[in-house]
Each structure stands twice: as C-alpha cells, then as structure tokens.
C-alpha cells in the first residue's frame, strides 16, 4: 500500500484531491479523516500541513506527496521531485516599498529582509555574495516594512496583487514553483511500479487539460490546407462523408486557440464545426 502525503487545507489541497480523482482514484472526501484509503486503488492519503510533507516524505512515513516546490527547497530534507504537475503556480520574488529606488542588487547589501522563506533566501544571497539581515516571521510578511521591521521582504508572489495593496514593488524573482510530487529517495521496486502507474494517470490527466476535440468538414481538395491549421497529434484522423468530395478531420486543439482556429478553417471553406469537451487524453 502506497502512502500519499497532501495538503489538509490551503491553496494546494483541492487540486491535489482533483487530479487524484481524475485520474481515477477515489477517495472518500466528506469523511475526510487524518488518513484516508482508496477504494479503488493501493493507495492511502495522509493530509498534512504543507510545511510538513517534505520531513513526511523524506523519513519514508509517506511514499510520496504533492507539495509547492517552494516547500520543498525551503525545507531542504533530500527527497526525489517525480514530476511537476503545473498547478499551484507562483514565484518568490524580493520587494521593496515603491517610493525607492532601486538600484540592482547592491540595494540588498546590508539591509533587512522579512520573510518565511529564510533558506531559500539566505543561499540566493550567498551564491550573489551579497549580506542581509534576514528576518524570518510566520505569516503577514507584506506589512512588515511600513511597520518598520524590515527594508524590504521575500516572499511568494501570484498575481502582485497584495503587494501593490501594500505599497511594495516587486525587483528580483528568486525562484519560480509549482506544485510537484515528491517521493521518498530509494522506494522500493514494488511501490515504484505504483509510483509509475499514478504518475502515467497524472501525466494524461495534465496533458487532457485545456485542450478540446475539433471535428471539422472539409471539401476534399482543402484538406492538406486544413491540417495546416489543425495539425494532428500522430497522424490525421480523415474519414470521408457520405457526401462525395468531403472529408471530416478530427484534431485535439488548445482550448485557447479555438476560435482562431475555427475561424481560419471557415475562411478555407470548412463547414459544420463541432468542437466538444475532451475528458482524457491516455498517453
Ligand atoms: P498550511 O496550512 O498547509 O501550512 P500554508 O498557509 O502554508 O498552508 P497555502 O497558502 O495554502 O500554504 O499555500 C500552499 C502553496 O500554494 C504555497 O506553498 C505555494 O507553493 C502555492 N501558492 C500558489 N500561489 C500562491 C499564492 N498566491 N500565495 C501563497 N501560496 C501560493
Ligand atoms: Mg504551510
């Protein structure tokens, strides 16, 4: 029985609980215990503080678990990152408050830092040879320069938001994360033969999102046109209509790229363009 370590609550526990269930793991969710058991798979689900996966994972209590990159340089307990799995994004960046000026990264030589982050801070620092005082403080990191506790902070950024609200401007990324899935260094064969089996799912599941199936009618002799704009996978999916001299083409297209899609296939003459939702895409 493989043991997986998520998030109990926070940014990273819906998605985590999301992609196990897409990719066909159920697990019991009301009666969200401490541990919970797959019924449908070798697996069981730990739910922790995110601050405690990488320990969790690296002393083997759990096989492996899904946590922001971020923790897992923080901590610094030797763990294997399996796979990125693209959600949970953000950077960790240094800010200053707006009104200075900012002068590269001389700025930071002796100056003081506020953050939760203090190692991955501290070696950035030491790989650039510059000193800071570093400050390390749990949480409400973004108000401790106009409280006049640091100079600047190191924290995690999304959209930048929260900064701006708190009159800071963001000068340097230090690091950019995701949510990654972690495992303890050495499983055994049997459980990475598990390991392999899940992250083959997730690979599909990451693969199938944002994309949509195009089918899409086309005369004949703008077909080779057609699969310009709709380039297929492997190869083209072409089966001829009742109606002589045309062709249906079936493609997986980005989402995003739909409606320019569609609308450069009319232009060529293509008619009844269906494009609907794609549940997997099994790689
Ligand atoms: P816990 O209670 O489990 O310790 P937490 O409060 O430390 O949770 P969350 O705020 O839930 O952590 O964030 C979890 C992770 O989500 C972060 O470590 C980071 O990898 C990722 N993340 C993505 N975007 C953001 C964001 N805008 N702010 C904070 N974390 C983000
Ligand atoms: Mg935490």
Same mark, same amino acid.
């Given at each position: 029985m493989l043991r997986i370590a998520l998030q109990s609550k926070g940014r990273l526990n819906e998605k985590s609980v999301e992609l196990l269930r897409e990719a066909g793991i159920g697990i019991e969710e009301n009666s969200r215990r401490l541990l919970s058991r797959s019924s449908n798979f070798p697996v069981e689900v730990l739910y922790l503080r995110d601050d405690d996966i990488p320990q969790t994972v690296s002393c083997g209590i759990a096989d492996i678990g899904i946590v922001g990159l971020n923790e897992v340089k923080e901590r610094n307990h030797p763990v294997e990152v399996l796979q990125h799995l693209g959600f949970g994004r953000c950077r960790l960046s240094l800010a200053i408050p707006k009104y200075l000026e900012y002068t590269g990264?001389? =700025? =930071?030589?002796g100056r003081k830092i506020a953050t939760s982050y203090p190692g991955i801070l501290a070696e950035w620092f030491r790989e650039k040879n510059i000193g800071c005082e570093i400050i390390e403080i749990a949480g409400s990191v973004e108000i401790s320069p106009s409280i006049g506790l640091s100079d600047g902070i190191f924290d995690i950024v999304s959209s930048g938001g929260t900064l701006v609200q708190n009159g800071l401007k963001e000068v340097e990324t230090v690091m950019e994360s995701d949510a990654v899935l972690i495992g303890t260094c050495g499983l055994d064969e049997e459980k990475m033969q598990t390991v392999n089996v899940l992250m083959s799912r997730f690979r599909s599941v990451l693969c199938s999102r944002g994309k949509k199936y195009m089918l899409v009618n086309v005369p004949d002799e703008k077909i080779e046109e057609a699969l310009k704009i709709i380039p297929s996978m492997k190869s083209p999916t072409l089966l001829p209509l009742a109606d002589k001299g045309w062709s249906a083409i079936h493609a997986v297209v980005d989402e995003a790229d739909v409606w320019d899609k569609a609308a450069e296939l009319k232009k060529i003459g293509a008619e009844d363009i269906l494009v609907l939702s794609m549940e997997k895409l099994i790689i």
């Open positions: 990264l001389e =700025f =930071f030589q």
